[in-house]
C-alpha cells in the first residue's frame, strides 16, 4: 500500500479541523459567567437511609437579591423540605444549604437535579460588560436587556443505587454484569464482570481493524505519527479504542458461550499490550485478567482460573476494582469447598468500599452455613 493513503487522510483531517476553528469564531460572543450552582452528595446514597444533599449558590456578578431553591427527585425519593428561601447573596458570596433525602428505589442510572430561580442583576452585568468587554458592549447589553427579569438555573447530581453495590458517582468504576451460569448456591449470585454498554460487537470490530491498518500506515510512512499529533489526532486514545474492541469482543463471545473464540480476543488484547507500561490501561488489564478466570472457569479448568484471578489481582493489589476480583476468587474457593479462603477472600473484598450489599450479605450467608 502507497504512502499517499495517509497523507490525503490527513489533508481531509486538517480541512475538518480548519472548517470548524473557523465556526468557532463565527460563534456569537457570551455574557461572563455571573453566578455559579453547584450540589454534591454527601456520600454514597443507600435504600431507605438519608443522606445530605450539599447546594451552593454564588453570586460572581452583581446582587443575588433572593432564590427559590429547590430539588427534583427520582419517583419514591423522599427530602426533609422541598423548597428553601435564600436570603441576599452579596457578589462574590454564596449561600450554602443541605438538604436531606432518603431514596426510596434502586437506580441503574439516576439523578438529583437543582432548580434556582432568582432576578437577574441586570445592571450590575451591563456595567461589567462594559467596562471589561468594551468592544462588545453594546451588543451584550442589548442581549442581556433583553433577557426575562428572572431566570430558573439547574445543575444536577449523577448517581447509580443498586441492590448489589451503592456508587456515586456515576463512574466505569461499575461491573454490573453477573454470569449465573457459573452460581454457587442458592443466596450467591455467579461471578461479576465489566461489559461496556456503550460499544456494539460491530464497533469493536471496527476499532480493532482501524487500529490494525493505522499500525500499518505508521510503519509504512515513518512521519505519519508526528503529522497525526500535529492534526490533533490522539494515537493513545486509538490504541485505546483497539484494546476495548478486543475485550469486548472477548465479553460477547463468552456471554455466547463462544469460550474458546473468547481466549482468541484475549490472547489477541494481551500481545497487543505487551509493548505497553504496565501502569497503562489498568482498568482493562483488570477486566481483561478477569474475564480470562472466568473462561477457565467455564472451562472447568478451576486451577487456571484461580491463577488469571490471582494474576489479575497482583497486577495492583490496591486497585478499587480488586473487590470484584477478590469476590469472584471467594466465588472459585467456594465452589471447591474451601469455606474458610472463601469467608478471607469476601472479607478483603468488602474492605475496598462501603455498602457492597451484595457481598456483605453472601458474607452472612457463608459464615452462617
Known amino acids: 500500500m502507497s504512502a499517499c493513503h495517509p497523507r490525503f487522510k490527513i489533508s481531509i483531517i486538517l480541512a475538518l479541523v480548519l472548517l470548524c476553528s473557523q465556526s468557532l469564531s463565527a460563534t456569537t460572543i457570551q455574557a461572563p459567567e455571573w453566578f455559579n450552582l453547584t450540589a454534591e452528595l454527601s456520600a454514597a446514597p443507600e435504600l431507605n437511609q438519608p443522606v445530605e444533599v450539599r447546594v451552593s449558590l454564588r453570586s460572581i456578578i452583581g446582587r443575588i437579591s433572593t432564590a427559590q431553591i429547590r430539588?427534583?427527585?427520582?419517583?419514591?425519593?423522599?427530602?426533609?423540605?422541598?423548597?428553601?428561601?435564600?436570603?441576599?447573596?452579596t457578589e462574590g458570596n454564596a449561600y450554602q444549604t443541605v438538604f436531606k433525602v432518603t431514596p426510596g428505589s434502586y437506580l441503574a442510572q439516576g439523578s438529583i437535579v437543582v432548580e434556582a430561580g432568582f432576578q437577574v442583576p441586570k445592571d450590575e452585568l451591563i456595567a461589567r460588560v462594559k467596562r471589561e468587554m468594551p468592544d462588545n458592549a453594546v451588543e451584550l447589553g442589548e442581549t442581556i436587556r433583553n433577557w426575562p427579569?428572572?431566570?430558573?438555573?439547574?445543575t444536577d447530581?449523577?448517581?447509580?443505587?443498586?441492590?448489589?453495590?451503592?456508587?456515586?458517582?456515576?463512574?466505569?468504576?461499575?461491573?454490573?454484569?453477573?454470569?449465573?451460569?457459573?452460581?454457587?448456591?442458592?443466596?450467591?449470585?455467579?461471578?461479576?464482570y465489566y461489559e461496556d454498554p456503550l460499544i456494539t460487537a460491530h464497533q469493536a470490530q471496527t476499532d480493532v481493524e482501524m487500529f490494525g491498518k493505522l499500525e500499518g500506515y505508521l510503519k509504512a510512512d515513518l512521519n505519519l505519527l508526528e503529522k497525526l499529533n500535529e492534526s490533533g489526532i490522539d494515537i493513545n486514545r486509538k490504541r485505546y479504542d483497539q484494546l476495548n474492541g478486543l475485550y469486548v469482543l472477548a465479553v460477547k463471545a463468552y456471554q455466547e458461550n463462544d469460550l474458546d473464540i473468547a481466549s482468541s480476543f484475549i490472547n489477541q488484547f494481551e500481545t497487543a499490550i505487551k509493548s505497553e507500561?504496565?501502569?497503562s490501561f489498568e482498568n482493562l488489564r483488570i477486566a481483561v485478567g478477569n474475564i480470562k478466570g472466568l473462561i477457565f472457569w467455564g472451562k472447568g479448568q478451576r486451577r487456571l482460573a484461580e491463577d488469571a484471578l490471582k494474576k489479575a489481582f497482583y497486577g495492583n493489589r490496591k486497585h478499587s476494582l480488586q473487590r470484584y476480583v477478590l469476590r469472584n476468587i471467594g466465588l472459585l474457593m467456594l465452589a471447591g469447598g474451601d469455606r474458610s479462603t472463601a469467608s478471607e477472600m469476601f472479607r478483603l473484598a468488602r474492605s475496598f468500599k462501603n455498602g457492597y450489599t451484595l457481598l456483605e450479605n453472601e458474607s452472612e450467608l457463608l459464615n452462617k452455613n
Open 71 to 89: 430539588l427534583i427527585l427520582p419517583d419514591s425519593w423522599k427530602a426533609d423540605q422541598e423548597q428553601i428561601k435564600t436570603p441576599a447573596i
Open 149 to 154: 427579569d428572572e431566570t430558573k438555573r439547574y
Open 157 to 192: 447530581i449523577s448517581f447509580a443505587l443498586m441492590p448489589e453495590e451503592t456508587f456515586y458517582p456515576v463512574s466505569n468504576d461499575m461491573w454490573l454484569s453477573y454470569d449465573d451460569r457459573l452460581s454457587i448456591q442458592k443466596g450467591f449470585r455467579g461471578p461479576v
Open 277 to 279: 507500561p504496565d501502569t
